[in-house]
Structure formats: C-alpha cells, structure tokens
C-alpha cells in the first residue's frame, strides 16, 4: 500500500540483567556510537516482541525519538520494542551503497536480541525525512528481512539496485515540501517515489484511494 504524503533461570536472569542497564533515555552504548529502546510497559517478560527500528530526522537523536508524542504512542508504545539509533552528528550515510550506517544498525539489532527476545519475522523499519532516506538504504541493502517500511518525507533515487525489498510499506510525502521536495516522476506520475519496489513486488497499477483527513486542517491523497 503507497499512501502519497502518503538452563532458563539463567537465560532468564541474564536477560532481566541486560535489560535494566539501557532503556528509555538512558542509551545503549554499541561502540564509540549509541542508541535508545523502549520497550512496552506491559510486556511479561518473555514473549518475543515485534521490532521497530526508527531513523531520526536531520539534527536529532534516539533519545528524542523514544519518548516522541507522535511516534511512541498507541501500538506502537503498547506492543512494539522500539529501536532508536543516534546517527553520528544528528545525520545519516545513505547517499551511496554500503552506508556504514546500515552496518551499524545491523549491529544495533543483535545487541538488542542480547537484551531482548525479538522476533526476527516482524522486524519494521521507520523514518522521518533524513532518516526516511536511511530506512530506505537499510530496507534495501541490509541482511536483515524487513516485514514493513515506513517512510515519511524521504525515499532513494529509484534507480538503486536493491539486494530485498519490504514485505510491504506505506510511503508518506509532502507534495509541498521545500526541504525534500516531491520526486514525481515522468508525466506527473505520483507513485514514483515507490517506484523500486512497485516493480519488485509486482504491485501493477495503483488505485485511488480517495481523500483522508488526518486533522481538520491536514488532507492526504492516497493510492495504493
């Protein structure tokens, strides 16, 4: 869907160990680098949990992003292990392939798994902006499956060759941003930010989805 502006005691103590020496705002130290987790408040303890894995805008960090009013809410706050890594000076490295970042995000993950039951099948990736753009260079050359992308306001020039593609992904964009303006595509074509992995995924021909009002003030278009 394309939405335009879119031994167990042991294991078990071990694991309650891991887990209290990051979380919330306190970061997890991988390296010279860092990052930030929140896990659900109601958890039990041991069911594997779901994994979000959220890339910062330009100039912020994990910390901000864990205790985010529009993005650690509802499902998300209630039944997600949400990943937040710091990229380094506030931005990412996804012009190119082979983007240290996505190496070290790859690394954030199984630190994580340390601390963490996660289930590996529904490990989703998120951005806004810049780090929209490094969700999509980790969705699409890391060796992590990625069962769902969200990208808000940032994707890749649509000639990358990627190695995978999500399992599936809801693209968001401003047709009037001024900092990363709207890539349309030839002919006015308003599903070309998406257009890698409509071809990948065999999407075929998008459909109008009609108007939604996500606030009184704020209209999106959509086709999926």
Excluded: K
Aim: hydrophobic share 40%.
């Amino acid at each position: 869907m394309f939405h335009i502006i879119l031994a167990a005691l042991l294991l078990i103590g071990g694991i309650a160990s891991a887990q209290s020496e990051c979380a919330g705002q306190t970061a997890c130290s991988l390296g010279d680098r860092e990052y930030h987790l929140r896990a659900p408040d109601d958890w039990d303890g041991t069911t594997p949990l779901p994994v979000l894995l959220h890339f910062h805008g330009w100039g912020r960090n994990g910390g901000i992003v864990v205790d985010h009013s529009r993005i650690a809410i509802l499902d998300v706050a209630d039944r997600v292990l949400m990943i937040a890594p710091s990229g380094l000076g506030g931005s990412w490295s996804f012009r190119r392939p082979g983007s240290p970042d996505t190496a070290f995000a790859e690394a954030v993950i199984e630190d994580v798994a340390q601390r963490f039951p996660i289930d590996r099948d529904r490990i989703f990736v998120s951005g806004y902006s810049w780090g929209a753009n490094m969700a999509w260079r980790f969705t699409c050359e890391s060796e992590t499956p990625v069962a769902g992308l969200l990208a808000v306001a940032g994707t890749l020039p649509q000639s990358e060759a990627c190695t995978q593609a999500p399992g599936e992904l809801r693209q968001v964009y401003g047709l009037t941003d001024t900092v990363l303006p709207y890539p349309m595509g030839p002919d006015g074509d308003e599903t070309y930010p998406v257009a890698l992995w409509r071809e990948a995924l065999e999407c075929g021909d998008g459909m109008d989805a009609g108007e939604w009002n996500a606030r009184p003030f704020l209209t999106f278009t959509r086709t999926i």
